[in-house]
């Protein structure tokens, strides 16, 4: 049966006078969302986004609506390398130099000390650092440098631990097992009682005397003919402490291949869980979703790029996805897992859904980034 029979002889009228009235309607209310723009649909999480810049500024942007809400000043111009506290209330940062660490107060967004190590014409110069839980010392790895008239003279490679209170150097720390390196990485147990000397073992350490009490030979193949693999140790805040999820590549001997997978360690219980995804491929920046139930990573050749998702409780890639990338990317998940960053080799960061791969906003940070540190707000759970 038409409307119009329904209405009776005067329908088509009232029928044309209602969907006039109703289109009028339509078109006068206005849309919240286009009233503030699309950009306040977008929300990463509650979390906080500390960029740094070929100056002597770091950004603060807020992660709910991509604000720039402050900047921090170094004292050393531009920043080198972060090293978040425990508490996650201090950022310790290197100056592309390498002569200077200082530490800057997140909360009140300003530099509130700096050392240097050496001066005059013999200074040391900082290649790794680590903070102790307490905040009291930190492990250094580095080397010295004296200038001369006609030349600069390198000393060797040399561990030290620093006195952040005192601003002195406490001890030289021997080299474990007496083998000097060029590179090396530290971990600190939660309680600061034990450090994870991450080289190409992990040694594990007192922290009085810096004494070996174990060592996890990772150089060591797993199991017999499954090669050798060596973590990155890459610290994630999604992440349990002591725990590191990451991907890894080894070299499959018997049928000459090399395979990448995925592999998770529990520095504490000397634990590790490794699966592969396949035979090896130009993938990397790994990226963990909060609750460690799945992760991204970047497909990289020169004008091919892809996001891969990973379901790592299925253990298998479930989705892949061509986007426009850079030559040059970094890759983290927003603290509520709904967006991906891409940051780096460049002055914006892109910000695309974590499902559809859609490209929803682009944030200028004001310069060619060179650090990039994304911190969950202090009752964010991992």
């Known amino acids: 049966m038409r409307i119009s029979a329904l209405l009776g002889p005067s329908a088509p009228s009232l029928l044309s006078a209602s969907l006039l009235l109703s289109a009028s309607l339509l078109l006068s209310t206005p849309d919240p969302l286009a009233a503030q723009g ?11 986004i500390y960029a740094s810049t070929y100056s002597d500024l770091i950004t603060v942007i807020d992660e709910r609506n991509f604000e720039v809400v402050g900047q921090i000043q170094t004292q050393n111009g531009i920043p080198g390398r972060f090293v978040l506290s425990a508490d996650r209330e201090r950022l310790y940062v290197s100056d592309a130099t390498g002569y200077y660490i200082e530490a800057l107060d997140l909360a009140r967004r300003q530099s509130i000390d700096s050392f240097t190590i050496g001066s005059g014409n013999e200074r040391f110069r900082i290649m790794s650092f680590s903070v102790d839980p307490q905040e009291t010392y ?20 040399t561990l030290i631990r620093y006195d952040l209170r005192n601003h002195e150097v406490m001890d ?17 147990s939660p309680d600061g009682g034990l450090v994870y000397f991450l080289a190409e073992d992990i040694i594990v350490l007192e922290s009085e005397n810096f004494t070996e009490v174990d060592r996890w030979e990772v ?18 805040y999604y992440e349990e402490p002591g725990f590191f999820t990451e991907l890894v590549r080894i070299t499959d001997p018997i049928n000459n291949r090399r395979m990448m997978g995925i592999a998770r360690v529990d520095l504490a219980e000397r634990d590790l869980d490794f699966y592969t995804l396949g035979p090896s491929e130009p993938v990397g920046q790994f990226a963990l979703a909060p609750g460690g139930r799945k992760a991204w990573a970047l497909y990289s050749e020169v004008g091919h790029y892809e996001f891969w998702a990973i379901d790592l409780e299925q253990r298998r890639v479930t989705h892949r996805e061509v986007f426009d990338g850079r030559p040059r990317m970094g890759l983290i998940a927003s603290t509520n897992g709904e967006l991906l960053y891409i940051h780096v080799a460049g002055n914006t960061i892109d910000v695309y859904d974590s499902e559809t791969y859609e490209h929803l906003k682009t944030v200028d940070v004001g310069g060619d980034m060179r650090g990039f540190l994304l911190l969950p707000a202090p009752d964010a759970a991992r």
Do not use: Y
């Open 172 to 188: 030289t720390i021997p080299w474990p097992g007496g083998h000097e390196r060029e590179r090396a990485n530290f971990r600190f």
């Open 138 to 157: 930190a492990l250094i790895l580095g080397k010295t440098r004296i200038e001369h008239i006609d030349r600069f003279e390198v000393g060797p490679a």
């Open 219 to 236: 150089s060591q193949e797993l199991e017999p003919g499954l090669g050798q693999m060596r973590p990155g140790f890459t610290e994630s």
């Open 38 to 48: 699309a950009s306040a649909t977008i929300s990463g999480g509650n979390g906080t």
